[in-house]
């Protein structure tokens, strides 16, 4: 699309062109507009103060307006875009930055800003002496020799710059390989220092955002600081410098052009192998007195630990060994490997060097958050593989190896530190099987992105053919085939989920929950004035029979179970239709139990569910459950390829009202598992905080059916999620225990309004008794 519409467009009569390349031009206005909205109402949170009210006028007139209003603006470009009519051929993208930027002070003039340009100290520092010094009259020259001495200062300064980045230019080229070698280090040496000071810069800033620093600053003098920082960053960078004088290249032997894709996945592998010669090299420094007094000591020293400034606090020894050389492998492999890109090059190492600092930076950074951490991801947007793997380190983890220098010896990466026991508390143990499997999820990221980048059109079709196909045929296909799979209680064991002992409190037994059900509603009748319903008692049977249960089996348990049971609210709201008792009286004639299993915390981000009631294997309490039980999973889960399928063969199901009440009312008896916090309680990582107060649609699904609710809490859940990315929670183990409460049935004539209530107070039950400490969110 930009600059040019392409050669189809390039046929259009120029009228056609012009209206086109105008409406390019207003959208790309809209675009602006609409970041730097995005950008100031982001930056809010950090004091930008917003001074005047919102417009009063509908959304749509504004957009419509503007819309006019840009177009208006930018259809003359249109116009003289569509008449001179340019391919891509047709434009250049070479320009001098400097140039770039100065001649836009001539256009201001042009159009009488003179006076204020001559009235202004910086234009008679920036424009005035540069023509005193180059103009061909000096100051007291026309405005166009002004203009021109200008263009021509800029010129100068424009070569000078160029001359730096990526080559020296012609004069250095000629230099001996000392000479060469030393200048491209002092300048990757320059680079390093600038990404430095831009990191801490916005640290400060997002601090007003809420932005932790977890250490105090380095007590060393900063000229001190500065000067060890520049010889450790050219001991870091000097292999680079050495081989880019070695090849000496010019302008135009680097290329820059590279496949984006490639570009980003081919840092997997390099910072994979990185790693393991990062990690072993580190771990020796350590174990080795004389390595760490001579070479790694000086980067533990106490009055200098973790602020961004303390990165480079290396000796060169350490440098050189540690970064230098392998640096110098990665351009060779840019330069003789992949091409003669100079993004090949510099990508790998600009990760690599943002690692490195933001990892001692001492904030407290999990990249998880829009504000301030994920700010972090623009300046090194490969960072996001941790949001999305749990073997990688968050900047803040750098933080654990200084406190306890024999653990955590990773940069990035911690299959090592996993493997070999190194991993620093309270990280524990990632078994094999559960690194192979996030192998295994990089493998399917890079391919699918590989796939979208070089066979776009193909990707597109699948997906669009894969959204219209429907749901009910892939659950027919695949539904719950692979949930018992013993190979799922292997890796629950691996993870850490656990679940009370059978008879203990928070074990989930179906003999038990029938007798509750059971008792409910005994209770319930009694309560309405002795005998209870037909379909009531339909269904109190029904229970017993499913579970193969006597009345006086299920008497005893409601001696015992007598003190959990809370009768129904008679204040309850009754704004939603009632409890139906022909859904009791059809699961009494069906003789089959079902229950409606909601799992907290976390939302669609818990574990516990996953493993419990969808990849459930052969141990789960849910195993023995007649007729299984279905996951409910988001709507938009279940339409990308690939996710679908695995879900649905996990034992997961479409979270629709209708498809959870076709399954709780048909004729298999089946059970279903949902999260009602979703997506909202999702957002409360780390925290027993609970989206559940105002959510009423899970108990008017119970109701309708005439299914028993069953409050489930994930104990240790917040610790599986701690601050990290959605995409990570699958991933590394915690310990997690898994516990029942109740089931609480719907009774007969009971609005779901107030069974939400008896839920709540089940649910609260079960917390103190097992010590949880859940909150409402709303």
């Not at 992949?338 to 001692?360: D, E």
């Not at 070999?420 to 990280?427: F, R, Y």
């Not at 690939?642 to 059970?671: E, F, V």
């Amino acid at each position: 699309m930009l600059p040019s519409l392409g050669p189809a467009v390039a046929a259009w009569p120029l009228a056609g062109r012009a209206a086109a390349y105008s409406a390019l031009w207003t959208g790309y206005a809209l675009a602006l507009q609409f970041a730097i909205e995005g950008m100031g109402r982001l930056l809010q949170r950090s004091g930008l103060r917003k001074t005047t009210r919102p417009p009063q006028h509908a959304a749509a007139t504004m957009l419509a307006v503007e819309s006019v209003g840009y177009w208006s603006w930018l259809c003359g470009i249109g116009l003289l875009q569509a008449w001179v009519n340019p391919s891509w051929g047709d434009w250049s993208y070479a320009a001098s930055p400097i140039l770039l930027f100065w001649y836009q002070v001539g256009e201001a003039r042009a159009a009488g800003g003179g006076g204020w340009l001559r009235s202004n100290a910086c234009y008679r520092w920036l424009w005035v002496a540069p023509s005193r010094r180059l103009g061909p009259r000096g100051f007291g020259g026309s405005a166009e020799d002004r203009i021109q001495s200008a263009a021509n200062a800029a010129a100068v300064a424009a070569d000078a710059a160029a001359a730096m980045l990526p080559s020296l230019g012609p004069a250095v080229a000629a230099w001996p390989l000392a000479g060469r070698a030393a200048a491209y280090s002092a300048l990757w040496t320059g680079y390093a220092l600038a990404l430095q000071f831009a990191i801490e810069g916005m640290g400060r800033l997002l601090q007003r955002s809420g932005l932790r620093k977890t250490t105090r600053p380095p007590q060393h003098a900063a000229a001190a600081m500065l000067a060890v920082e520049s010889v450790g960053y050219w001991s870091w960078l000097c292999g680079i410098g050495l081989l880019q004088a070695w090849v000496n290249p010019s302008w135009g032997d680097w290329s820059y052009a590279a496949n984006p894709i490639l570009l980003f996945w081919y840092q997997v592998p390099y910072m994979a192998l990185y790693d393991t010669f990062f990690y072993f090299l580190h771990r020796a420094s350590h174990r080795n007195k004389l390595a760490f007094k001579y070479v790694h000591g000086m980067h533990h020293d106490t009055k200098a630990i973790l602020d961004v400034k303390t990165s480079g606090w290396i000796t060169p020894q350490e440098g050189v060994s540690f970064v230098g050389a392998p640096l110098a492998l990665v351009f060779a492999a840019a330069w003789w490997g992949l091409g003669r890109s100079w993004w090949y090059l510099f990508v790998p190492v600009h990760t690599t060097m943002t690692i490195f600092i933001t990892g001692h930076s001492g904030y407290h950074l999990t990249l998880d958050r829009a504000v301030p951490d994920a700010l972090f991801l623009l300046l090194n947007p490969f960072q996001a593989v941790a949001l999305c793997t749990a073997n990688t380190t968050k900047p803040m983890d750098h933080a654990a190896h200084h406190l306890q220098p024999t653990t955590h010896f990773a940069l990035f990466f911690t299959f090592w530190d996993d493997l070999l026991g190194t991993s620093a508390p309270p990280e524990p143990h990632v078994p094999l099987p559960l690194m192979a499997l996030n192998l295994l999820w990089y493998a399917f990221l890079w391919a699918f992105a590989w796939a979208a980048y070089s066979r776009p059109a193909a990707v597109a079709a699948a997906v669009a053919l894969h959204a219209l196909l429907p749901l009910a045929l892939s659950d027919a296909l695949l539904g719950g085939r692979a949930s018992r799979l013993r190979v799922w209680d292997a890796l629950r064991r691996a993870y850490g989920v656990g679940y009370a002992a059978p008879g203990a409190d928070g074990a989930f037994d179906a003999r038990r929950a029938a007798a509750e059900v059971r008792r409910q509603l005994s209770e319930a009748a009694r309560a309405r004035g002795g005998k209870p319903s037909k379909a009531a008692a339909q269904a109190a049977a029904v229970v017993t029979a499913a579970a193969g249960l006597s009345s006086s089996d299920s008497g005893g348990s409601s001696s015992d179970d007598g003190e959990r049971g809370a009768p129904p609210q008679a204040g309850a709201a009754t704004a939603a239709a009632p409890a139906s008792e022909a859904a009791a009286a059809a699961a009494a004639a069906a003789g089959q139990q079902r229950f409606v299993f909601a799992y907290h915390p976390q939302g669609f981000l818990a574990r516990g569910a996953l493993l419990t009631f969808a990849a459930r294997g052969a141990r789960s309490p849910a195993s023995a459950l007649p007729g299984g039980v279905r996951l409910a999973a988001g709507g938009w889960m279940l339409r990308v390829p690939g996710m679908q399928q695995a879900l649905i063969a996990l034992g997961c199901t479409d979270a629709s009202r209708s498809n959870l009440l076709r399954l709780l009312t048909g004729p298999k008896p089946t059970s279903v598992a949902i999260c009602p916090g979703g997506w909202a309680e999702a957002r409360h990582m780390g925290s027993y905080r609970l989206v559940i107060r105002r959510r009423l649609g899970f108990a008017r699904l119970a109701s309708e059916a005439g299914a028993a609710l069953v409050p489930v809490l994930g104990v240790g859940e917040p610790e599986v999620t701690g601050e990290g990315g959605p995409g990570a929670v699958a991933l590394r183990p915690r310990s997690l225990r898994v516990v029942f409460g109740d089931p609480v049935a719907p009774l007969p004539g009971e609005p779901p309004a107030a069974l939400h209530a008896r839920y709540l107070a089940a649910l609260s039950a079960l917390a103190a008794r097992h010590g949880v400490p859940i909150e409402m969110a709303e």
